[in-house]
């Protein structure tokens, strides 16, 4: 049996985030989605909160399961026996930062793959720090996150229901 972690703060999960689970549940027996617990950048969503989102959107895929993560990816590839990371690519400008963080998971633990999955083209451009800017603008975003990240989102920001999922934005 494959097991394979799929990292990171997702917050929120968007529409690209499943993308890459979906396709990466598609290649693995199991995928456990790693929701870092303490990034080092300034959150929206509580670590809880980021964990029920994405458990609310991978739900209905039987192989793949939610988990929060504290400290080294490859020390919880290890703990829970999974031979790969996955990793999402949308542009070029990922790349750089996503290479040099697959040499150092190779030096900590040369065991462990790094699997790279192309973002689909509709969401290249789609980012969580960008997502959260739009919706806190009232920008329409009902496209590029599941209905429940754009309730998440309405309420986080007090925004009218009509906001962030009616078409040309306010």
Do not use: W
Not at 36 to 61: C, I, N, W
Not at 101 to 113: R, Y
Request: glycine letters at 6%.
């Amino acid at each position: 049996m494959t097991k394979a972690v799929y990292p990171g703060s997702f917050d929120p999960v968007t529409n690209g985030h499943l993308d890459i689970a979906v396709r990466a549940a598609s290649l693995f027996d199991e995928l456990i989605i790693a929701v870092y617990d303490a990034p080092p950048k300034k959150l929206l969503f509580t670590t809880s909160e980021r964990v029920e989102l994405m458990q609310q959107a991978v739900g209905h895929l039987p192989n793949v399961r939610v988990e929060l993560f504290v400290g080294l990816i490859v020390e919880f590839a290890h703990k829970h026996n999974a031979r790969a990371i996955v990793r999402g690519l949308r542009a070029n400008s990922d790349f750089e930062h996503e290479f040099e963080m697959a040499l150092m998971n190779k030096n900590l633990a040369p065991d462990v793959e790094v699997v790279c999955l192309m973002t689909a083209v509709d969401y290249q451009f789609l980012s969580s720090s960008l997502l959260k800017e739009v919706a806190q603008l009232g920008g329409v975003i009902n496209n590029l996150v599941p209905k429940h990240v754009a309730t998440a989102l309405k309420k986080r920001y007090s925004l009218p229901e009509d906001s962030i999922s009616r078409k040309g934005g306010k």
